[in-house]
């Protein structure tokens, strides 16, 4: 079997705040590296044998994958980590993966001797989702934040001073609470929103490169290959598969599971 992802809706408790559980098999493929983009989101991942959060990224990583690797997750949106991180601030495991047990050893414990009896990723990535359910009691979202994440997946750049306005907050408030929550302000999460609504669109198919950056708000489609180097580290037609890969160059399969997965086919069993 070669690297196969899926990923399937999160237990009806958790749809509010994750948007996934995922597995990635390994199983035959050699290894390679794979291209990681950012999303916004935070994931709990299980991989190697431990539980890890993988903050949010603001640029591309390149993550190498052994051949035979199983990998489960289950992926948090943006603005909804405090489920998992508590008063911890995601902006301090921005662009960092960090094992569990780091942060949070009394809930790590427990949690590794339970996925360490899981014989498949699929029955690790039910570990895990069971696991944030156990995190629901006492969750307390900030609804300004969830507003914002909100208005700041539109397509059109939205004046901080407006947004704050609307929220009832002074700029600086938003932005510390946004950064706080997400990992990065919302200036960067609106980028990094819009790139992503624009990739799953490219890759849906739909419509050409130049009608997909105007329907997502960039100026025009030099502005969106531009943005899409910033943030992937390669033109879009490379991420689409639309060209072969020349010589250093990244490979341009995207995610873990993550980041590739909001445009995957959802598979349809958990």
């Known amino acids: 079997m070669a690297s196969r992802y ?31 983009v950012p999303d916004g989101c935070v994931d709990l991942i299980w991989w190697e044998g431990r539980a890890e959060i993988v903050g949010p990224d603001r640029g591309p ?13 289950v992926r948090f949106r943006p603005g909804s980590a405090g489920l998992l991180l508590g008063r911890v601030p995601v902006r301090e495991v921005c662009d960092l993966r ?22 498949h990723p699929r029955a690790a990535a039910a570990v895990l989702d069971a696991f944030a359910v156990s995190l629901l009691p006492g969750y307390a979202p900030d609804p300004s934040v969830e507003r914002a994440v ?17 929220l009832g907050l002074s700029p600086r408030q938003l932005r510390r609470r946004v950064t706080d929550a997400v990992g990065y302000g919302p200036k960067t999460l609106h980028g990094v929103l ?20 105007l329907r997502a708000g960039y100026a025009d489609q030099a502005h969106f290959t531009r943005e899409v180097r910033r ?6 037609t490379l991420l689409l598969g639309r060209r072969p890969r020349t010589a250093g160059e990244p ?20």
């Not at 990583?61 to 997750?73: D, L």
């Not at 909100?150 to 609307?166: K, N, Q």
């Not at 819009?194 to 950056?213: D, K, P």
């Not at 943030?231 to 879009?236: C, D, K, M, R, Y």
């Open 150 to 166: 909100a208005l700041l997946g539109g397509p059109e750049p939205v004046p901080l001073s407006e947004l704050a306005a609307e």
């Open 231 to 236: 943030l992937a580290g390669a033109p879009p």
């Open 6 to 36: 899926a990923q399937w809706r999160p237990t009806a408790p958790l749809r509010r705040w994750v948007d996934c559980v995922w597995v990635r098999e390994n199983a035959e493929r050699p290894a390679h590296r794979q291209l990681v």
């Open 61 to 73: 990583r390149s993550v190498p994958v052994r051949g035979g690797a199983g990998i489960a997750g």
């Open 98 to 119: 960090v094992p569990l047990e780091e942060l949070f050893p009394g809930l790590a414990r427990p949690l590794t001797e339970r996925l360490a009896d899981a014989e």
């Open 251 to 270: 490979d341009g399969s995207v995610g873990l599971g993550r980041r590739q997965s909001r445009t995957a086919q959802p598979d349809s069993s958990p």
């Open 194 to 213: 819009r790139f992503q609504r624009a990739l799953a669109w490219a890759r849906s198919g739909e419509a050409g490169l130049a009608e997909i950056a």
